[in-house]
């Protein structure tokens, strides 16, 4: 498991005073009201920055990092991704996983057949969408439902329950 955790990109700047847009990457933008570090990870390197202030403007973040004091300094963040430590994670509730935690795992259907990797997993507003990609790279798109996503199993696999017309 990756140590750190992706929880946004900084998109651009903002103001005068060196703030920082930033697109979350996280299903609650508020956790950013907690968050008192950051790392912020360029081409480059990965810097650790104090967070001074987080504040919210059209469902985008605006971060004010210690250091960081203009326009000028804050451009050169841009395209970064912020990322935390794992610890300093939101709990996440029983079901819940993160999706770097996901990508990579075997999925099976629960009759034992291989329908390939996790690839990847984006979020439609009703439910996520698994993304699984055979050897061959055909994509099959899985509805992360309870009818369809039976188990997972973190360290192994993902199970799956083909519904009828899924495929």
């Known amino acids: 498991m990756q140590k750190r955790l992706e929880v ?15 697109t979350p ?15 912020v990870k360029t081409r480059k390197e990965s810097k650790l920055y104090k967070v001074e202030n987080a504040r919210y403007h059209k469902n985008m973040v605006l971060l004010k990092l210690e250091g960081i004091e203009n326009p000028e300094q ?11 430590d794992r610890e300093d994670a939101i709990p996440l509730e029983e079901g819940q ?39 061959l790279g055909k994509q099959i798109l899985l509805p992360g439902i309870k009818d369809v996503i039976k188990e997972v199993k973190l360290d192994d696999r993902v199970i799956v329950h083909l519904i009828p017309g899924l495929i």
């Open 97 to 135: 996983y993160f999706i770097v935690d996901l990508i990579g795992l075997d999925v099976y259907t629960d009759e034992g057949q291989l329908l390939g990797k996790v690839d990847d997993i984006y979020n439609t507003g009703a439910n996520d969408i698994y993304v699984v990609k055979d050897e």
């Open 8 to 22: 946004g990109q900084i998109v651009n700047t903002f103001g005068i005073k060196g703030e920082v847009k930033v």
């Open 25 to 39: 990457f996280t299903d609650d933008i508020n956790r950013f009201d907690d968050l008192k570090k950051v790392y």
């Open 74 to 84: 804050a451009e050169l963040l841009k395209n970064a991704y912020l990322e935390i």
